[in-house]
């Protein structure tokens, strides 16, 4: 399937993806970690190359070089990679991905400190394929999800729950990579770099929620990760001010799709890459992610389709 004006074929984006994939285990073997017995592969692969595929995604309507978007890419996904080494940790999480999480293989040391590594990696990666700008712009959003984090973890956790600060944390701790991706694939300059980054908050925002959703209702066998700790360590997210009732977060991911939509509305082309992502890559993701709350709620299977706008309680 194409975008109608992204030009971004599925066997392309196939093909990039691999690309993507080989940059990243090429500067993970670069490290001191080529002397271990951990496989950069195994480390690296797997997930849903999110971030990546919205970097691809619009690169080519913001005219930015196929270069750069790899780049973006790869360092988008080593940083997201090593905030998932740390989340194991902070979480307990024993599974990640089918697998037992790094930590229990390699121990919490191990994971902080490849974490780190593979962080600094992807800064010295964009230092050397793109304009500075661009890594100035992944050292922000970087901070916003350390503080994020920060914030969730030893300033939220165990009070009461707000949706605003819960929607906040969302957008900060998830949404700044995907705001990343597109702001950097987009040449980290300019009023349409500026659009594709706040719709990236957007879809970040949306999927955490999702997230947080399928930590509250999934099953971790089938998820392939460790849920249910949100709760047990009283973290601050919206599924826990929904107190059960997945229908106030199921109808703010509706909200933020419109207002990405709308964003990107004077940008015509880049408006239509935007939908391919969402329609092709971020929809399939949200809707694995929320269709055990919907059983949950109906008593059956999941109904597709679309929710009406609604502002969610606060």
């Not at 990579?177 to 957007?202: Q, S």
Request: charged share 25%; with cysteine.
């Amino acid at each position: 399937m194409r975008g109608a004006l992204t030009g971004v074929s599925e066997a392309h984006m196939t093909h990039q993806l691999a690309s993507v994939e080989r940059m990243m285990i090429e500067w993970a073997r670069r490290s001191p970690l080529a002397e271990t017995d951990v496989d950069p592969a195994a480390l690296i692969g797997g997930g849903k190359r999110l971030r990546a595929r919205l970097a691809l995604r619009v690169a080519p309507v913001a005219d930015e070089r196929p270069e750069i978007a790899l780049a973006v890419a790869a360092a988008v996904e080593m940083v997201h990679a090593a905030s998932l080494l740390h989340d194991d940790v902070i979480d307990g999480g024993r599974l990640r991905r089918g697998a037992p999480a790094f930590w229990v293989a390699h121990g919490v040391q191990g994971a902080i400190l490849v974490g780190d590594l593979l962080m600094c990696a992807a800064y010295d990666l964009l230092r050397r394929a793109a304009p500075v700008e661009v890594l100035h712009a992944l050292v922000e959003h970087t901070r916003e999800v350390c503080s994020a984090e920060v914030e969730q973890e030893l300033v939220l956790r165990g009070r009461p729950i707000t949706w605003a600060a819960a929607e906040r944390a969302a957008r900060l701790k998830t949404g700044a990579l995907f705001a990343f991706a597109a702001y950097g694939a987009a040449g980290a300059r300019g009023p349409l770099a500026d659009a594709l980054r706040e719709a990236g908050y957007h879809a970040g925002t949306a999927y955490q929620l999702s997230d947080d959703l399928l930590d509250q209702h999934g099953d971790s066998r089938e998820a392939g990760k460790t849920l249910g700790r949100d709760a047990a360590r009283r973290k601050h997210t919206a599924a826990a001010l929904a107190d059960g009732d997945p229908m106030p977060v199921l109808r703010r991911l509706d909200e933020l799709r419109e207002a990405a939509d709308r964003r990107l509305a004077d940008w015509p082309e880049a408006l239509e890459a935007w939908r391919v992502f969402w329609m092709l890559d971020l929809q399939p993701a949200l809707d694995a992610n929320t269709h055990a709350a919907r059983d949950n709620r109906s008593g059956g299977p999941s109904a597709t389709g679309s929710h009406q706008p609604n502002r969610p309680v606060t």
